[in-house]
């Protein structure tokens, strides 16, 4: 198993422009969850879905970003205008019914100028 | 408003001693508690997790303490390694079915 697939690592973007980020979650796997890490608030939660369906965006901070899940094996997550407050790390995780416990992907660090 | 606190966001320990991580959370809902350790440039993994219905739960080197009471969790690891250097998270699970995450505490252990 490949685990859950982040892509890209880095990300270096001009204030104002489109981001996306992608994720792959592990197969098989029905809930999906993107997290942002930052010093402050440490991982916050963003958005989850489950079989494929936005269940809870309440952590979306701003109208800038938006989430889709097209399928059971993809995810994004998209900011448009990026902003310089918008740097951090973001973080897709996956799990199944039941579980207590997330699989993490590798993240994507990202960087607005 | 932080549902779960993690006061300490650094913490420095020799090598070969207990290292003491403390997490705070206010929900008296939550029923299972996590947590996930993080190297740089990777994602978190799952550590060690415990029950509302248990005080203790261990794994070799890595024992967590609930007092439910006091609404206070604590990781300790004894003894410490360098390789222990790393982000611990802990994390409490919603009744909504959601993971609530600290904002993280970084141990360093020296040689």
């Known amino acids: 198993d490949a685990g859950v697939i982040q892509s890209p690592r880095h990300e270096v973007t001009e204030m104002g422009q489109e981001v996306t980020l992608r994720c792959k979650p592990i197969?098989?796997?029905?809930?999906l969850f993107w997290y942002r890490q930052t010093m402050m608030r440490g991982l916050e939660l963003l958005i989850y879905f489950n079989n494929n369906v936005p269940i809870d965006d309440s952590g979306m901070p701003e109208d800038r970003f938006s989430a889709k899940m097209p399928n059971a094996s993809f995810s994004t997550l998209k900011i448009q205008p990026s902003e310089p407050r918008d740097s951090a790390v973001y973080f897709c995780?996956?799990?199944?019914?039941?579980?207590?416990?997330?699989?993490f992907g590798s993240g994507t660090r990202l960087t607005v100028v | 408003d932080q549902q779960v606190k993690q006061n300490s966001p650094s913490l420095s320990v020799q090598e070969g001693r207990i290292s003491i991580l403390n997490c705070d959370y206010t929900?008296?809902?939550?029923?299972?508690f996590l947590w996930y350790k993080k190297y740089p440039a990777e994602g978190p993994t799952f550590l060690i997790s415990?029950?509302?219905?248990?005080d203790k739960n261990e794994d070799g080197r890595f024992t967590v303490f609930l007092n439910k009471s006091a609404k206070h969790l604590s990781l300790h690891i004894v003894p410490s390694q360098p390789g222990d250097s790393a982000v611990y998270f802990c994390?409490?699970?919603?009744?909504?079915?959601?993971?609530?995450f600290g904002q993280g505490t970084e141990l360093s252990v020296k040689p």
């Open positions: 995780a996956s799990s199944f019914s039941g579980a207590r416990g997330y699989t």
């Open positions: 197969s098989g796997h029905d809930y």
């Open positions: 929900n008296s809902m939550f029923d299972y």
């Open positions: 415990i029950s509302s219905i248990k």
């Open positions: 994390a409490a699970w919603n009744q909504g079915g959601k993971l609530i």
